[in-house]
């Protein structure tokens, strides 16, 4: 975990904003902005904003201005892609390369393939 957090530091230290986007709202999920913020310190994940109850990716992420979307569910890149946000596919149980997308799987490709982008 602490080598994710150093990759993800690194992220923000060469100057990229980092959005985390969750479908997480109160219907289903007691103080959900609460709960996410707190995780999120807790595990010293660098982040500049946080955004819940975003239950169309893709709307939230063009709304927020994202240059660089990163999501593990395939339905989030679909929706993210078909707005024109370059999109990563986060493929964290290493399957196939999903040729609609660019995938990496790990942060350290994440990385890579957002200096390539």
């Known amino acids: ?8 530091q690194r992220l923000k230290e060469e100057g990229n904003e980092i959005i ?3 479908a997480r709202c109160e219907r289903y999920c ?14 010293e994940i660098p982040f500049d904003k946080l955004v819940i109850n975003a239950l169309d990716k893709g709307e939230t992420a063009l ?3 994202i240059d660089v979307f ?11 892609k078909a707005k ?4 990563i596919y986060f493929d964290i149980e ?7 997308f660019i995938t990496a799987y790990s942060w350290h490709d994440i ?6 982008i």
């Open 63 to 65: 709304n927020e201005n």
């Open 20 to 22: 985390f986007i969750t």
């Open 84 to 87: 024109g946000i370059k999109t």
């Open 111 to 116: 990385l890579n393939k957002i200096k390539v």
């Open 94 to 100: 290493h399957k196939e390369e999903n040729k609609e």
């Open 30 to 43: 007691a103080e959900p902005y609460e709960k996410t913020y707190k995780w999120l310190t807790e595990n």
């Open 70 to 80: 990163i999501d593990d569910q395939i339905k989030n890149c679909m929706l993210t």
């Open 1 to 8: 975990r602490k080598y994710w957090n150093k990759l993800k």
